[in-house]
Each structure stands twice: as C-alpha cells, then as structure tokens.
C-alpha cells in the first residue's frame, strides 16, 4: 500500500489539514498520528473489521487489547459503563497521558478490546490527535505505532521506518512531547484503582484523586510462569533491543570501573547521565556514549529513552550499560521500561 505523508505543526493545527485523515478513519483505513506520548495507529474504534487491519499492520498479537481515544471526557460514557471516580480522574488529568480500564458497552467490537468485558479509554492532549478524533466522529481505536516488539515511535522517523507501506496515512507532528506511554489504571468495582502501567501521571498523583492505589505486580517484577496478568500487554516482551541491556545500581565511579573493564574486551554503550559524562570519558574512552539528560531530570530522559534504544539496534553493540532509575514519580515509568529492555538484568555494586 502506498502511504501517504503530510507534515502538520502542532502548535498550529488548522482542521482543513486533517479533512482527509478523518476521511480515512471514517472509511476504515489506518492512520498515525502524534499523540504527547508516543505515535498512535489509529482506526475507527467501532468497526471490527478497522480494528482487525490494525493489528495485521503491527504484526500484534490479537488477544492485546487496544485503547480508544475520545475527544471529549464525557464520551466515555457512550462506550463504557462509567462511575464517579472515572470522572475525577478525568477532571484531573484529562486531556492528558492518562488511559483509564472501564467495563465495556456493548458497542466496542470484541476485536477492538481483544474479547475482553473491559476496554480503555483515553483523550490525549495533542491538538492534531484531538481534531483528527473531532472530525473522524468516532473513537479511534490506537496502540502504539511501532511494530510488535520495537520501542513505541517517539518521532516521525521511527514511524515510517517501521510503517511506511503498511497504512494509509502517516501524520508528521515532530517529537512527542513526553515520549513514554500513557499511564493505565483499571478502576475496580469498589472505586479503587489498580496501576497497570506508569507514566506521566504518577502513582503521587493519582493519590491525590483516589485514597488506594494498587501497583499491579507486573509493573516492576517479572511475571511468574503461568501467572495471570491484568492486562495483555504485559505478557508480552517489550521494548528489547537486540543487544543485551544491563541495569547498574552503583555510584558512578564504581559503575564506570565496571564499564571500561567490560570495553576493553567488548563493544560496549552506556547510557549516561550528563553531569558524569567527562568521567565516563576519561574512564572507559572505548565506549560509546548515549547522552541520558541530567539524573534528576526523568522527563527528558523519558523523552530520550525508546529513541536512544531504537539507535542501538543499529549498531552491534555487545552489550549496553544504564543507570537503574529509581522508582518514584516518573522514575518508575522509566523504571518499568527499562527492567523490560533489559530482561531484568540488573548489576548491583
Ligand atoms: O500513550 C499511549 O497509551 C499510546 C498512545 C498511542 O495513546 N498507546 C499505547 O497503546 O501505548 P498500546 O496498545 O501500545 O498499549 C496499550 C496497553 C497494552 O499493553 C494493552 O494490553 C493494555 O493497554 N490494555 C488495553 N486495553 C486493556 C484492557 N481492557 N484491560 C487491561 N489492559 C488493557
Ligand atoms: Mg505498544
């Protein structure tokens, strides 16, 4: 299929630029656009057979449910059976990085919510992902638009290097502006939230909302053989580049030390944070070095992260070194990814 590309500035979005897109999805067709988080694969959310071409075009697993976005907080309740804490989190944080689980109404396609009782639900902040969901008239059913097992697209070049071809039309809106997933809490039947996936929105802030929230396991632990998961995704491996990643817990100079002995036999990267950069430098010249923003910056290294991991794939590194994020605020979106890239390897010292 040949796709289209059209480049929009998001700080400037006129609806006559999106007219054609929300054609496509009215049609049935597929197309990325940018969301604050990372590209989004979009298709009409009500349509089995739009839902089924999404996952033909990621190469993704059936049984992984997708999000659908709203323009409007308020049309959740057209979709899912909605309840008070539903709509103070959306007070909160929506528009914004924060996808909620709710029972679904009978007009989501099984296909769309992977024959689940419950889908998500999402708005994003984006003013081209919010007019394109306007003008479509429907939900858009979106994962992210990377292909099955590569990191989530943070710009448009990861996006037409995985999806050129396989869509009808690519929207061009620069970087993400967050560059990590949304958020994802289930609310339960009591009110309470269940945390299935860290993001912006963080596990503080959600507090402020709701008086009990429950990390889900999977959020920070490897699954058990055989464990039942609470949300699909997490079943699945993600988010690994081909080289092995290991995690380092140490002050820098001891993880340094460890890092130029590895170099002097092996191709090695490291992620790292700015301020030890010169050390790293001096230390271990062999290495090559991924700028990582500063260590209490978590938001440009959320940022940085999933295009820092998509540039390693293109080399043929034998191993890659990162400092282990700590897991409060956004550090455990960070966290979360990261443990996953690197298959749970952590070095402590
Ligand atoms: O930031 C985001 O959320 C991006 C942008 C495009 O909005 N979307 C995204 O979608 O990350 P995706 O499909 O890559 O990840 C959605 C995750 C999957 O792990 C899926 O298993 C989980 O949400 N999920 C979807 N519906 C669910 C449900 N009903 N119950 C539990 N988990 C669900
Ligand atoms: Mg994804």
């Given at each position: 299929m040949k796709t289209k590309i059209i480049k929009i500035d998001p700080s400037n979005v006129c609806e006559s630029s999106l007219i054609e897109a929300a054609e496509i999805i009215k049609n049935g067709g597929l197309v990325i656009f940018p969301t604050e988080t990372v590209y989004g694969l979009g298709a009409d959310g009500t349509s089995a057979e739009a839902a089924t071409k999404i996952y033909f075009a990621k190469g993704r697993p059936s049984d992984n449910p997708l999000i659908i976005h709203i323009e409007d907080p308020r049309d959740a309740s057209k979709f899912t059976y909605t309840n008070e804490t539903y709509f103070r989190?959306?007070?909160?944080?929506?528009?914004?990085?924060?996808?909620?689980?709710?029972?679904?109404?009978?007009?989501?396609?099984?296909?769309?919510?992977?024959?689940?009782?419950?889908?998500?639900?999402r708005c994003p902040s984006n003013p081209i992902a919010k007019t394109l969901i306007r003008l479509s008239g429907v939900p858009i059913a979106a994962p992210s638009a990377n292909l099955s097992g590569s990191p989530s697209p943070t710009k448009a070049s990861h996006v037409i290097?995985?999806?050129?071809?396989?869509?009808?039309?690519?929207?061009?809106?620069?970087?993400?502006?967050?560059?990590?997933?949304?958020?994802?809490?289930?609310?339960?039947?009591?009110?309470?939230?269940?945390?299935?996936?860290?993001?912006?929105?963080?596990?503080?802030d959600l507090l402020t909302v709701c008086p009990v929230v429950k990390i889900a396991s999977a959020v920070t632990d490897q699954l058990a053989e055989n464990e039942v998961v609470l949300s699909p995704g997490m079943k699945y491996r993600h988010y690994a580049p081909k080289s092995p990643v290991y995690l380092i817990e140490a002050e820098a100079e001891k993880a340094f030390n460890y890092i130029a002995e590895r170099s002097a036999s092996s191709y090695v990267a490291a992620l790292c944070y700015e301020e030890d950069i010169e050390l790293l430098k001096i230390k271990a010249p062999n290495v090559h070095i991924y700028k990582f923003g500063a260590e209490n910056d978590e938001l440009l290294q959320a940022h940085l992260l999933f295009d820092i991991l998509r540039d390693a794939d293109k080399h043929t590194f034998d191993e890659i070194?990162?400092?282990?994020?700590?897991?409060?605020?956004?550090?455990?979106?960070?966290?979360?990814r990261m443990i996953r890239a690197a298959a749970y390897h952590i070095i402590r010292m």
């Open positions: 989190l959306a007070e909160k944080f929506m528009p914004g990085p924060l996808t909620v689980v709710l029972p679904a109404k009978d007009n989501v396609p099984k296909e769309t919510r992977a024959s689940l009782p419950t889908v998500a639900v290097d995985d999806m050129d071809g396989r869509v009808d039309m690519i929207i061009d809106g620069g970087d993400s502006e967050f560059g990590l997933e949304s958020t994802i809490v289930k609310v339960e039947d009591n009110g309470t939230l269940t945390l299935l996936r860290p993001g912006k929105v963080t596990v503080d070194y990162a400092p282990l994020p700590r897991k409060e605020g956004v550090g455990l979106a960070l966290y979360n």
